[in-house]
């Protein structure tokens, strides 16, 4: 099975259980493996830090809203942030002449 991330990558949270976690920008610090997750079943994991400690992820932890700045976020609920790989070169796209107004 191919992971979205890796360790050190930045991701982006793209899906979530607690609406407030959408969007957030984190670091993978370290794999948790294959975790029960919720409704989903077993998923990969990974152990996420916000960039700031005043960033927080929530969580619903017996049956509580908990604020955290370091937690698990399934691998499936993230897209890494990374620059092209150097082999990969952006499409260049070349204006297209004007044509000529009949007027």
Not at 2 to 7: D, F, G, R, T, Y
Not at 61 to 71: A, E, Q, V
Request: with cysteine; glycine share 6%.
């Amino acid at each position: 099975m191919a992971l979205n991330c890796q360790i050190g990558d930045l991701a982006i949270t793209v899906k979530c259980e607690i609406p407030e976690n959408l969007g957030r920008i984190v670091r993978v610090v370290s794999s948790n493996g294959i975790e029960h997750w919720s409704d989903y079943g077993p998923m990969h994991t990974w152990e996420v830090q916000t960039l700031s400690e005043s960033d927080t992820l929530t969580y619903v932890i017996k049956g509580k809203l908990c604020f955290r700045s370091k937690g698990p976020v399934p691998d499936a609920f993230l897209r890494p942030l990374r620059p092209p790989a150097p082999d990969e070169e952006l499409e260049q796209v070349q204006p297209q002449p004007a044509e000529p107004s009949h007027a």
